[in-house]
């Protein structure tokens, strides 16, 4: 017996939707995951007229779903956005280069002007490159921090009013849990922040916030999207991980479990006397930085010295063992 | 092998898990003739058994009797959350995919 489409249109359903439970047809499900996507985006006031966006674009399926709902809202409701697609290369053969071919075929398809912004060209260092020096355990700490400060300067360079990310409902609780498993209370107020303004930073805003996965594979399925979906080389992320495992499991017994993680995020506040860091300027390269080097010089210096470990972990740390080298003063800057 | 009973049908493995299947997507299937229906609670041991190549990353593909958690099921397109997930008796001409959620964005 087929089911029907709840929302009574006389067609037979397609999938459960895993937020709300409904059951829809193919043209309600992509009704109803544009329509949210825009209330989230106007809720949230994420853009204004005649801003120019750029899409941190992966050619993963988050991304690829972000700008085909952008550009669709866009036209739909008049947003007056000018769109643009920005991409880190982070040279990593057999994962980063396929992925940007697929961002190409985006470019093409949406007609979106492409930057291309690579490790190479912005640090000296591919992350082929790091992890020779590195091996395999800490490099992920190098990539997530290289990309952050990528995203900004590729966005400093395209002149843009904001980046949009693809992150995901799911991206946001698992980053939640992971947050509260670590203690990082700095992170976990500013995680769920559907904007992150830094100061002397450009904006960012997450559109998919609220969206499930489950529902971006399958709107990609159903529009036959093209997205990339190999699993990094150098991926195992192990902490994150098993936070996506214990989150997925928690799925399958009560799909509201990813809003509900996500709400208590928003909801949480911390005490007054908990000592929060302060934002300034990194020294060296002038970005926004809550310590005097910010995590990407140190990072970078260690791997300039040959001692590719000095930016892993404590920075504290790291201040003493660049005081105890014979030539404490920064070289490579 | 053409049993009367015995069911054609397509298996697919996208976004990432055609690498435990020898990174081959689409799989055309004789499901051999059983006593009693086949449903997809059976087909995912038979997968197993039949096509999946990394056996040692079975993991990634089924957890308990059931597939991995973030992995979605569609029958002919549609959902098998609106079928009766593992209970879902296997039509002849099926097309069966199993979709992976868990890679990168």
Redesign the interface.
Known sequence: MPVLCSAKCGQNAVLKRPKTGDTLCKECFFWAFELEIHSTIINGKLFKKGNVVAIAASGGKDSTVLAQVLKTLNERYNYELKLVLLSIDEGITGYRDDSLKTVLENKDEYQMPLKILSYEQLYGWSMDKIVTEVGHKNNCTFCGVFRRQALDRGAMLLNVDCIATGHNADDIAETVLMNILRGDVARLQRCVNIITITEGAIPRCKPLKYTYEKEIVMYAYFKKLNYFSTECVYAPNAYRGYARTFLKDLERLKPSSIMDIIHSGETMCIKENIKMPEKGICTKCGFVSSRDICKACMLLEGLNRGLPKLGIGKSSKANKTLAALPNPRFLNF | MENSDSLKITTEF???LQILFGHVKKHNVVLPKMEKPWTLGLLLFWIKDNLLIEKDKCDLFMKGNTV???I?V?VN???W??LGNLNYQIKNNDNI?F???????
């Open positions: 996208t976004s990432g991995r958690p973030g979605i569609a397109d549609q959902d959350e609106l995919t979709i992976s959620t868990l890679h990168g964005g």
